[in-house]
């Protein structure tokens, strides 16, 4: 295999690393299998005892419910039993290597980590959101126990289960897609070079792209600002003196400080110190930023923000007619939400072009190095 060999490059030897976390893709297939079996284990749990199956049915009227539970609990059921003994055999198959059914295994794998995404909602991007909002509450004295209680309910803890399970199926699928095509595993470099992900093109794109996913947190701040200020911004006065009541606006405020310092740190993807540390940073300064602190926590967000979008999409009618029977603008008060998607799935494809423009030569197969051994330069 390629990833598995010394390559020679200018003659330089360039080794194969082992072991730790940067060793996902060795790992993490077994990982998806493992979680797999253990979910089959408690489907069955379910099954049997009819206790703790996290989509009653309930769910299917909660506006900003799961996707999986907005269609009930058969189609809950199908989910969850997908995601057992039948994803499990399928990851076996990728384990073994199996060529013949790559385009099915790969559909599968994609399909499975979707599918478990589905299966959160918008509950873990507030708890994320809200994190800011909760640390100024510990501060101030003020009672968070309405929050814990909440972070520790079974329901929430089984979506954190389902957002890991979704990872480890994105990359195991990943990792056969590789594998099978007899790529490197590390940096998934084949002989034949690729142009669209070459160092120059993604930093282009991925411009492009972290323009477009500023537009939703910008839009959203300034309607959660205006309510904060009293201006009743497509707001009804009733409805905005309600709120002010009730301090709802002010975690508003908080949420959409947190969006506006995401868009600002989105702007790191494609500018210079995104990948060296300020001077203003003591102790890190002149520092190279190491891409994994870029793109991990772009890609879980990235994540959390397309299931939350698709939460939102799949109670629109619902919430359309509740701002509307209480006198307020759906397009302003809805409409910045509805953009969720289109803001995760921009992100998830800049931290994409981060890591193309920033991966450099491989140290396990060598590939990507010019002839000297260096990264060829990107652009500015």
């Known amino acids: 295999m390629a990833d598995e060999k010394p390559v020679t490059v200018a003659t330089r030897t360039i080794p194969a690393r082992r072991g730790g ?29 009819g206790r703790g199956f996290p989509y009653p049915p309930e769910l299917a009227s909660d506006v900003a419910g799961s996707v999986a539970g907005r269609f009930g609990p058969a189609v809950a059921w199908i989910l969850v039993i997908t995601a057992g003994l039948p994803a499990a055999a399928a990851g076996t198959a990728m384990l073994r290597g199996a060529r013949v059914l790559r385009p099915f295994l790969i559909a599968a794998g994609g399909v499975i980590a979707g599918g478990l995404l589905l299966m959160t909602d918008i509950d873990l991007l507030i708890t994320l959101a809200y ?6 509450r510990l501060l101030t004295g ?23 399970g979704g990872f480890f199926w994105l990359a195991a699928t990943v990792t056969y897609a590789r594998r099978s095509v007899d790529a490197c595993l590390h940096c998934g470099r084949r002989d034949r070079p690729v142009e669209w992900n070459s160092p120059g093109n993604a930093a282009r794109w991925g411009r492009v792209a972290v323009y477009v996913a500023m537009v939703a947190p910008v ?9 904060a200020l009293g201006i009743p911004l497509g707001l009804s006065e009733e409805v905005l003196r309600r709120g002010q009541a009730s301090g709802e606006w002010i975690s508003g405020l908080f949420l959409a400080t947190f969006g506006l310092v995401g868009a600002a740190l989105m702007l790191g993807l494609v500018q210079r110190w995104g990948e060296v540390f300020p001077r203003w940073m003591i102790g890190l300064a002149g520092k190279r930023v190491p891409v994994a602190l870029a793109v991990i926590p772009a890609s879980i967000v990235s994540a959390l923000l397309m299931v939350a979008g698709i939460s939102i999409w799949s109670g629109y009618d619902q919430m359309a007619d ?26 998830g494809v800049a931290a994409l072009g981060y890591y193309y423009r920033r991966r450099g030569p491989c140290s396990a197969c060598g590939r990507g190095a010019t002839r000297e051994g260096r990264q060829p330069p990107t652009t500015p």
């Open 322 to 347: 509740a701002a509307v029977g209480s006198g307020q603008d759906i397009v302003v008060v809805v409409g910045p939400t509805l953009l969720f998607p289109v803001w995760g799935a921009a992100l």
């Open 142 to 164: 003020t009672e968070i126990g309405s929050y814990v209680q909440a972070s520790s309910q079974w329901t929430f803890i089984h979506q954190w289960l389902c957002l890991i």
């Open 131 to 136: 994190v800011p909002f909760i640390v100024f």
């Open 21 to 49: 976390i940067r060793e996902w893709q060795r790992w993490a297939p077994y990982a998806a299998v493992v979680w797999s079996l253990v979910y089959a284990v408690v489907g069955g749990y379910w099954a049997v005892s």
């Open 219 to 227: 839009l959203y701040a300034l309607t959660r600002y205006a309510w």
